[in-house]
């Protein structure tokens, strides 16, 4: 139903910016809440960011609050995250989550065990 592909992952330097894209395709799409997470080197999974279908509604993981702004284009079917003042502990495999279904409301969630479909993940590397 819904197929999503990162890209825009790469090599920066600490303090440098990078932005993901997420491509989405489905019919359901433009009602989907949507979240990125990412998985670090010999870590777990950890949540990174969230938006409602609308765009309105937006939340982040503490580490990255201030630095990284998560939003969505719903004519261009894709999902971005702007990622700002890296550091090297943001090295990871970033993954776009998509929620299944259509909604009505401003909902989003933070917990990978909501989302229905998943991208392949980008990998981010930032150099000290």
């Known amino acids: 139903q819904v197929q999503l592909v990162e890209s825009g992952g790469g090599l920066v330097q600490a303090g440098g910016s990078l932005r993901l894209s997420c491509a989405a395709s489905?019919?359901?799409?433009?009602?989907?809440?949507m979240g990125w997470f990412r998985q670090a080197l010999g870590k777990e999974q950890e949540f990174v960011a969230a938006?409602?279908?609308?765009?309105?509604?937006?939340d982040y993981a503490d580490s990255v609050k201030g630095r990284f702004t998560i939003s969505r284009d719903n004519v261009k079917n894709t999902v971005y995250l702007q990622m700002n003042t890296l550091k090297p502990e943001d090295t990871a495999v970033y993954y776009c989550?998509?929620?299944?279904?259509?909604?009505?409301?401003?909902?989003?969630?933070?917990?990978?065990?909501?989302?229905?479909?998943w991208g392949q993940g980008t990998q981010v590397t930032i150099s000290s």
């Open positions: 938006i409602s279908w609308s765009g309105d509604n937006t």
């Open positions: 989550a998509a929620r299944g279904g259509s909604y009505t409301s401003n909902d989003y969630y933070i917990n990978p065990l909501h989302y229905d479909y």
């Open positions: 489905g019919r359901t799409f433009s009602r989907t809440p």
